[in-house]
């Protein structure tokens, strides 16, 4: 799976190498985040019959995974409603 949970929000130092928790919300670390990326887009090509170009593939790419979904999303109801 590549999303973890990946401890708290905050940590406290205990010391010189321990620390605790002190949040209160996990937070998630996405490991291969450019695995995941390719994966929205290829989901998004085959869902619309839309190939990409590579450049607008490769700008999509650098942008955060959420921000990456809601684009995808947008993409596709202005594709649906034309």
Do not use: W
């Not at 205990?14 to 998630?28: L, N, Q």
């Not at 995941?36 to 190939?51: H, P």
């Amino acid at each position: 799976m590549i999303e973890h949970y990946q401890g708290y929000t905050a940590m406290k130092r205990h010391g010189k190498k321990h620390y605790r928790p002190i949040g209160k919300h996990p937070f998630k670390i996405i490991h291969n985040a450019q695995v995941v990326k390719i994966d929205l887009l290829q989901q998004f090509e085959a869902s619309t019959g839309i190939i990409l170009p590579s450049g607008v593939k490769n700008n999509l790419c650098t942008q955060p995974v959420p921000f990456l979904g809601k684009q995808l999303a947008i993409m596709e109801l202005q594709i649906k409603e034309n």
